[in-house]
């Protein structure tokens, strides 16, 4: 068991220069000792124009972490200067809405919160869902 330590999930790109602010807004916004790290490149759009192969693939991965780690809250974040998904932060903004849509509709028993990693590798929470 590791109910010593509390847990969160993030559904995050792959690029490296963004798992730190991630981790680290989590770990101080929901008060979480270790992080989960779901990694899929563009995971913004990848969620917010479902192609189901993939959406089941990150569910899947989210849910061991909710079972295995009692994780609290799941964030999806989309970034600046995403190489996979060149888009502007107006258009990231709206698929991370969406993201965080599709991810309540799991219906997963903790908070959803959509984040956005700006310029200065800030996070900037956009969206939250809090469980009911
Ligand atoms: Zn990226």
């Not at 790109?13 to 220069?17: A, L, N, S, T, Y």
């Not at 509709?105 to 028993?109: F, G, N």
């Given at each position: 068991m590791t109910s010593e330590h509390r847990f969160g999930t993030a559904i995050n790109?792959?690029?490296?220069?963004v798992q730190q602010p991630v981790a680290d807004w989590v770990k101080k916004n929901?008060?979480?000792?270790y992080m989960d790290m779901v990694n899929e490149p563009r995971p913004d759009k990848v969620l917010s124009q479902p192609q189901y192969s993939i959406v089941n693939a990150l569910k899947a991965k989210v849910g061991i972490s909710i079972n295995a780690h009692h994780s609290s809250v799941v964030v999806i974040a989309g970034h600046h200067g995403c190489a996979a998904n060149p888009v502007s932060p107006e258009e990231h903004e709206a698929q991370i809405r969406n993201a965080v849509k599709e991810i309540s509709?799991?219906?997963?028993?903790i908070t959803v919160a959509g984040l956005w990693i700006d310029s200065d590798w800030k996070a900037n929470l956009l969206v939250t869902v809090p469980h009911k």
């Open positions: 790109c792959i690029d490296g220069r929901y008060k979480v000792d509709s799991w219906k997963l028993p």
